[in-house]
C-alpha cells in the first residue's frame, strides 16, 4: 500500500531540525590523522555551506534538500580543476546529466564513468540514454552512492545518502580528500569497469 509524502511539511520539518544544531559543530572524528569539520546548516549557497576543500581533511554535511550529488560535483570541479571522475549512483535525473556534459564539454572532466544500478532503465530511461551516447556506462545492483574525483594534485571521494537527483529530504554526505579513502573507493568502483560489462549483463 503506497502513501503520499506532503513536502510541504518535509521542508518545514528541516528548518526545524536545522535551527537545533550547534553552530560549534560537532567533535572531529579523525583529530589524529587528519582536519574534520562538520556542517548542517541549509538553506546557504554551497560554498559557504561546505566551505573550501582542504588536503588530508574531511568535511560532514547535511543537505537539508539544498543540493544533490551533481551540486557536489559541480562544486568540488570549481576548486580542484579539470579531473577524472567515477561514480555509482541509484538514480539519475536529465538535469544531472545536463550539467555533467557542460563539465566534459568545457574540458573541466577528463573523463567520466558511472556505474547505476538495472532499475535506472525504468525509473530514469531518457537520462540513461545520454550517458550512454557520450561516456561509459555500467549497468548492474549498486545502492552505494560514491563519486571519486582526480587529477595530478587531488583525491577526493564523496559518499552519502545523495544521488544525481534532487531531494527536498536531508541528506547526509562526506567530502573526503584523504588519498587511502580515495584508493579503497576507487579500487571497488573501477573494478566494475574492469570486468563487469562482460560479467554482468542487464
Known sequence: MGFDIDFDIVKKRNKEVAKSILDEGYPPIFADEAFVSFVGKPYDV?????GKLEQNSMINFWTFGRYAMDD???WVVAQIGPCDVTCCTWAI?????ETILRLSKDGLLRSFRIWID?????RNPQPLQMLQ?????VIAPVHAKVTVLSNDDWK???SGSMNFTSNPQPERGIISTIPSVFDNDFSILNNEFSDGVERRKY
Do not use: E, G
Open 46 to 50: 554551497l560554498k559557504q555551506h561546505i
Open 72 to 74: 557536489i560535483l559541480k
Open 93 to 97: 535525473t536529465t538535469q544531472a546529466v
Open 118 to 122: 538495472p532499475r535506472v532503465k525504468v
Open 133 to 137: 551516447l557520450n561516456f561509459p556506462v
Open 156 to 158: 577526493v571521494s564523496v
